[in-house]
């Protein structure tokens, strides 16, 4: 079989400066996240190319209208409502709002900084799949390095992990693709992609913006903007001949026919 690989965006308001004390305003918070989008359209716009964005409500509301035009192409999924709070009512609240919004039906969740809540909840919300979980050690964060690094049940919930590494569970994420030298991620991603049949991944389209300003520490910013845009769009072509880009809603229904 051919492996999936798992292109995904958290389409959201730029919250993080907050994490760090460094006080940003709603408004800019919209439009840093915004102008990542917009970056990243040439990338989205490539035919060989279907993304999961997992977007939150507060966002789609603002940008409607390019949701709704992102969405005859890519799969839009839910990151919750907000980006800065959470209520367990966000869950069934932002997928109906992001459903009314796209006129689709909206299966996915991923909950911002991969928050874990109650799995009866987010069955509860409606919802088919969750991305939310990280098979890894993340220190100051979370340990996860138990659970499962291939799709899974739990309570009628499909689970799909972003991925990890096959040795020792190092994270592919976004700081690791912004911070390791790209042959040494490629050959990570590309071993990943062989050995378990698909790649999950995840990046936000802030990371694109000139956020240096914002008092981030530098292994949250480094390779900001069009070098990292670059090193994005290489690893992405460079994929093509390994996989077929899908969405996490394709996915989980072919898993599940097979
Ligand atoms: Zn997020």
Redesign the pocket.
Known sequence: MIPKILLSF?V?EFDMPLEYGFNISPADQMKVGKLGLDRLMPLLSDPDIQCTLFTTANFANEYTNDIQQLAKRHEIAS?TFY?SSYATEDLKNSRERLSEIIQKDVVGLRM??MKQVPVGDIVNAGYAYDASIHPTWLPGRYNNFQLPTSLYHEAGLIRVPASVSTFCRIPLFWLSFKNFPYSMYLKLALHTLKKQGFLSLYF?PWEFVDVSSYGLPHYTIKGCQSMLLQKLNRFISDLKSHGTFISYQDFVQNQSQD
């Open positions: 958290d959201e990151h980006h911002p900084r936000h």
